[in-house]
């Protein structure tokens, strides 16, 4: 799963990606220093794989993961495409989820493309523009598909009227992902998939606040109108910082990151759940999508595991580290025997039968 990380020129987005993902990239003090997306991968932190692995004494742990996407910065004009927009937009169709970086602090010295801080006012730029260019693609869809309802086209009247939902929406300057639609209805579904809607992700906002008296991890005193969203607020110039720090001289200075907060509040968001395995060979993390049945749960081990599954034993990851061992859970009789229709919980440490 892919997460994007967009905003306008200068507001920390490289080096947030820098932070996140270790990897040296161009982060300039001028508009348009990333053209092409740099890509990461990131660890997903979870103390209950480091404490499963440590009872079961693991030789090898291997965490879940997501994918960081580094977008160049977006700026007015970029759905008729202004400072490469289009380039950029098309970047942002590929991800999964966005984390839209917003500056929310002073500095004379780093370059802000509209010469004033506002993060009000950058995120209705932002969103301005993947709004023009959603409703752009859904224009297009709409004709086709009102030709298809003249011609009878099974379907295609459900479709039209989620696109008009949609259409409605956009039009009101609001994101897509604010319609209320039944995705779980085939051809509802369909049409959204194929219409693969910038504004239909589901979105992270970040504000940075470095060189903000609130440091690292602390809430900034934000505009009512901003702590509607689903947010998180980040000193990234300190984030970079402690790259070079040891963990001693970052105690010392009683500096920590909160970087751990926005990788785990991204995997969530992206509708993302755990369940583990443990044994002496390995303890891992397993990533599925929430309201998985257990053959769906298996598929992320092996095809094998859905299409010849008979059964999964489950317990708690708290449940089994009480008890201490695997062993001990199966003897106690507390290991639960669950069929296809189980839907896995988050933190289910599972063994699959097939």
Request: aromatic content about 6%; glycine content about 6%.
């Amino acid at each position: 799963m892919k997460i994007g990380i967009v905003g306008l020129p200068n507001v920390g987005k490289s080096t947030l990606f820098k932070a996140l993902t270790r990897t040296p990239v161009d982060i300039n003090n001028y508009p348009f220093c990333t053209i092409e997306p740099n890509v990461g991968i990131v660890k997903v932190p979870d103390e209950r794989l480091l404490k499963l692995a440590a009872m079961s004494k693991s030789k090898k742990i291997v965490p879940a993961v997501v994918e960081f996407v580094d977008i160049a910065g977006l700026v007015k004009g970029a759905a008729t495409g202004e400072g490469l927009g289009n380039k950029f937009l098309a970047n942002i169709r590929e991800v999964d989820a966005i984390v839209q970086v917003v500056r929310a602090f002073q500095n004379p010295n780093i370059i802000h493309v509209h010469n004033q801080i506002d993060p009000t006012s950058d995120i209705e730029v932002i969103n301005t523009e993947l709004i023009l260019a959603d409703l752009e693609t859904v224009k297009k869809v709409k004709t086709r598909l009102e030709k298809d309802v003249r011609s009878n086209k099974k379907g295609a009247d459900m479709q039209l009227e989620a696109v008009d939902k949609i259409q409605k929406i956009l039009e009101e300057g609001k994101l897509a992902n604010a319609v209320s639609l039944d995705l779980t209805e085939e051809n509802t579904g369909q049409i959204i998939r194929e219409l693969s809607l910038l504004t239909m992700k589901p979105f992270i906002y970040v504000f940075n606040v470095s060189d903000s008296p609130v440091g690292t991890g602390r809430d900034l005193s934000l505009p009512e109108e901003l702590k509607k969203f689903n947010h998180l607020c980040l000193d990234i110039k300190i984030e970079e910082e402690l790259l070079e720090m040891s963990a001693e001289e970052a105690a010392e200075l009683e500096i920590k990151s909160n970087l751990e907060a926005l990788i785990v509040k991204a995997y969530y968001t992206l509708g993302l759940i755990t369940f583990l395995t443990t044994g002496e060979d390995e303890s891992r993390a397993w990533t599925i999508k929430k309201d998985s049945t257990a053959p769906l749960a298996g598929a992320a081990i092996h095809n094998d595991f859905k299409d010849r599954f008979i059964r999964a034993e489950v317990i708690a990851w708290d449940k089994l580290l009480e008890i201490g061992s695997w062993s001990k859970a199966r003897e106690m009789g507390r290991l639960r025997l669950e069929g296809k229709e189980y839907i896995v919980q988050d933190g289910d440490v599972i063994e699959f039968k097939i």
